[in-house]
């Protein structure tokens, strides 16, 4: 069956549309992005504002009009923690399904992060052991760790990648001191955070998803094994922490020149590396595996569970 995912974050507006059927690997088909930094149309109050829904809605009804016209079974559309948290999103919500005909599925952080294990364990399989996730979205970083396709901890904390660019890198580049501000804050949150996995089994596997963490493979990391799309990438915390100091230092519109760094996410990439690195160290993990799949894909494989 062919399926469309569409995934409203953000940073972007995907359409991720797939040949897949039960018990069989999702293969994508065609893909289409929109870009709008959500994050950059809160007012003061935590509301979307009107330029924002107006983006919004454009961006989504582009997206709608092309799933009609791709002959797909289903679409299945999902939103996250920018329209989740906003204090206008059950009005958007509204707006955004009277004038495109779509329903969303509004994602808890924590269905959130749950939906990302899953597509991470089904990725790596039962050899990979207890998985530690990390996922860096433009709103929030999902942590989750277990040994079963259900995480036994599944956590959603405000640091995403456009959200503390938002909230503490306000120039470009940034200031030395915003960036000491952000490492502080993202230690506190993340270390009152590890409380909840305390006395679980020390995780065999490490495994970064999202965009964010990918660009940061690419730049920094390494790829070892495979061939094409199944690459494997990894990334040393020793890598991160060497190129995010200079990431800093260099303005936003000349990060794209750098392999990996894509102009969606230049903006946002040195809170990601920054709040990535944080996470690694309260967590003790030195390297992680990056996983090609992630959110949109675990919420495909869910639905395909429930045609069996």
């Known amino acids: ?57 454009a961006a989504i009804g582009e997206a709608a009009r092309i799933a009609k016209g791709s002959n797909l079974d289903e679409v299945l559309p999902m939103a996250t923690s920018a329209i989740r948290e906003a204090t206008n999103g059950p009005e958007v919500i509204d707006l955004i399904e009277r004038e495109t005909g779509l329903t969303l599925q509004i994602l808890s952080g924590e269905e959130e992060a749950k939906l990302t294990f899953l597509a991470v364990r089904r990725w790596y399989g039962w050899s990979a052991g207890n998985i530690l996730l990390f ?115 260099i303005p936003a519109a000349a990060r794209p020149e750098l392999p990996g760094i894509t102009t969606d996410r230049t903006f946002q990439i040195v809170a990601g590396g920054i709040v990535l690195s944080e996470a690694m160290a309260t967590f003790g993990v030195r390297e992680l595996d990056v996983s090609p799949w992630a959110t949109r894909e675990g919420v495909l494989l869910r639905y395909l569970d429930h045609l069996n």
């Open 135 to 249: 996922d860096i979205g433009g709103g929030s970083l999902e942590i989750a760790l277990g040994e079963n396709e259900e995480a036994d901890v599944a956590l959603s904390l405000p640091l995403g990648a456009g959200r503390t660019t938002v909230g503490f890198l306000h120039d470009d580049p940034p200031t030395e001191a915003q960036q000491d501000a952000l490492r502080r804050h993202a230690r506190a949150v993340l270390s009152e955070a590890k409380t909840a996995f305390k006395g679980l089994a020390k995780p065999t596997h490490v495994v970064g998803s999202s965009k964010t963490i990918r660009s940061l493979a690419r730049l920094a990391g390494s790829v070892v094994d495979g061939i094409g799309d199944d690459d494997r990438a990894r990334l040393r915390r020793s890598q991160l922490d060497d190129w995010v100091p200079r990431l800093a230092r």
């Open 1 to 57: 069956m062919r399926l469309g995912v569409l995934d409203i974050g953000s940073n972007t507006v995907h359409l991720l549309i797939v040949d897949a059927h039960p018990g069989a690997r999702p293969v994508a088909e065609a893909s289409h992005k929109s870009v709008l930094r959500l994050m950059r149309y809160l007012d003061t109050d935590g509301s979307i504002t009107e330029e924002g829904i107006v983006a919004l809605v």
